[in-house]
């Protein structure tokens, strides 16, 4: 996917943010006031926490390419607190209000991303610098993440395989520096394989793209994988 993103490509993966938005929305619809008050699978959130973290990140992306065209490039987020107080202030809304913004941010930011015409201008995110159509991939992969944080019933069984190997290789290439994370060398059923950290004895950890991508951002504890026993790693996101 990377080198499809490369070459300023971007409609795969446009397509497959339209289904997950979709999917998501099926899923907040039907959250009541007290469910959207209830805790996520993230640590401290409740599902409100987590709906207005997805709608910021929709408006940061946003920003993101409007400076990038614009000749001025800008970072996701002004810095951590901004980022955090505005999540903070979002979990304070109604469930109907949530449900919108989800709606509406994603609506805005579909709308902008079809009028981009150049995808290669260059944008340093985290992980390095980038060509602008990675936010595409980004956007791909907090909307699937953070669905599974809702916990409204969605796994990574429910991640296609063709996303999930996109969303496995962004993650295998954000981590691929970092040696405090277990030393493991995954391979994935698709193909995909990578060697990680260098704590521990190094293991071999093989299974579904869509599997290893839920546990190396820290959702699971190694389900359907082999070997994967023991290991753990943060959360990301």
């Excluded at 409100?48 to 800008?74: F, M, T, Y």
């Excluded at 193909?191 to 260098?198: D, E, K, Q, T, Y």
Aim: aromatic share 6%; hydrophobic share 45%; proline share 5%.
């Amino acid at each position: 996917m990377l080198a499809i993103l490369n070459q300023g490509q971007v409609e795969p993966a446009l397509r497959r943010i339209a289904t997950a938005t979709q999917a998501l929305l099926r899923h907040t619809l039907d959250l009541e006031e007290d469910d959207w008050r209830a805790p996520s699978l993230l640590p401290g959130w409740s599902r409100a926490h987590v709906a207005s973290h997805i709608s910021r990140n929709a408006d940061a992306l946003r920003r993101v390419i409007a400076a990038a065209r614009d000749g001025e490039p800008a970072p996701l987020y002004p810095s951590s607190a901004a980022k955090f107080n505005d999540i903070e202030r979002g979990s304070e809304r109604s469930g109907l209000e949530l449900h919108v913004d989800l709606d509406t941010s994603a609506g805005e930011l579909a709308n902008l991303c079809e009028r981009v015409e150049d995808w290669l201008v260059p944008v340093r995110l985290i992980g390095g610098e980038f060509p602008l159509s990675v936010v595409t991939l980004i956007r791909l992969h907090e909307l699937t993440l953070h669905h599974l944080d809702l916990d409204t019933g969605f796994t990574w069984e429910d991640v296609d395989l063709i996303p999930a190997r996109w969303m496995l290789e962004w993650m295998l290439l954000l981590l691929r520096d970092d040696q405090s994370l277990p030393a493991v060398d995954i391979v994935s059923d698709a193909g995909v394989a990578a060697s990680l950290g260098g704590v521990g004895e190094r293991r071999t950890v093989t299974g579904p793209d869509a599997a290893l991508w839920a546990w190396v951002t820290g959702r699971t504890k190694g389900e359907g994988l082999t070997d994967a026993e023991g290991i753990s790693f943060p959360l990301a996101g």
